[in-house]
């Protein structure tokens, strides 16, 4: 698991990277953990865990994240991620990145709040998964931006008198999040800030505009259920700005159009199903 975490794949791991993790034994000598730990991950083969002092790791008062290794088992992982004090029972073949990605990375991030892009930097293999956290947060960030905005659109005079100026601020404030969440994703790849590499994604987010002046077009047709489509667009947008980066970290390039074609469809469809499902609810909600 150590080998995996600290796996250097492009060369710009952390020097300070093998800090981050410690083993522990809690039958050994006193175990001090600092105010910076997040989360325990208890390796063991099947039966292990039956037979471990789990309460001296709950001591330490973090998520406890047991990690069964069989080869011959079934993958098997919690709802959700494991709570302070408590312990989730994941189950895997072996320990390697296509299966830890599925749950458990992701799960483990969860843990990591506040500190994603830290543990992105240090920690390579876990970067995807960061980087689909820190888009997953942007474009609520966005759904909640565009909602608000379509709001204003259809209060009576306010909206006559606002709704172009507040159109135009969530266009603003919606390309300045998706730029953000460039630099952060960047950051969790190891890169430092740079406006020559702004400018080099800069496309990315040039698809994210299109999405919203779709948004616009469908909500000025569909009284209401405007507000439903508007965020769930400005949502999958950004869902594709940030995958967008993460693809071009992951593979040094940029998506082709072919491979950039098939993700707009895939998020379209699926913002197009969000806002059908907030509306049904609308219409449920007025009878």
């Known amino acids: ?49 039956e037979g471990a002092h789990m309460d001296l790791l709950r001591r330490l008062n973090l998520p406890i994240f047991a990690l069964t290794v069989d080869p011959v088992a079934a993958a098997a992982y919690p709802l959700a991620a494991p709570d302070v004090g408590e312990t989730g029972a994941y189950t895997v073949a072996k320990i390697d990145r296509e299966s830890l990605r599925v749950k458990f990375f992701p799960h483990l991030i969860d843990r990591c709040k506040g500190i994603e892009i830290a543990v992105g930097r240090r920690l390579p293999v876990l970067r995807e998964t960061v980087a689909a956290k820190l888009t997953r947060d942007a474009a609520t960030s966005a759904l909640k931006i565009a909602a608000a905005s379509a709001i204003v659109d259809y209060v009576p005079l306010f909206g006559v008198v606002l709704g172009i100026v507040v159109s135009a601020g969530d266009t603003v404030a919606i390309t300045g999040l998706q730029i953000v969440l460039m630099m952060q994703i960047g950051a969790a790849y190891g890169k430092d800030p740079d406006v020559a590499r702004i400018w080099e994604l800069l496309p990315v987010v040039g698809g994210g505009l299109g999405w919203r002046a779709l948004s616009r077009e469908l909500s000025g047709f569909v009284p209401v259920a405007g507000i439903a489509i508007k965020g769930a667009i400005a949502y999958a947008g950004t869902i594709v700005v940030g995958e967008g980066v993460g693809f071009y970290y992951e593979h040094g390039r940029h998506m082709t159009a072919a491979q950039a074609a098939i993700l707009y469809e895939e998020r379209k469809r699926g913002a197009m199903t969000f806002a059908k499902d907030v509306i049904a609810r609308l219409k449920r909600g007025g009878k």
């Open 1 to 49: 698991m150590r080998a995996l975490l600290l796996q250097d794949y492009d060369a710009t791991i952390a020097f300070d990277a093998p800090a981050t993790l410690e083993t522990i034994d809690p039958l050994g000598r006193p175990t001090v953990i600092g105010p910076d730990a997040r989360a325990v991950i208890f390796l063991g083969r099947p039966g292990d865990q």
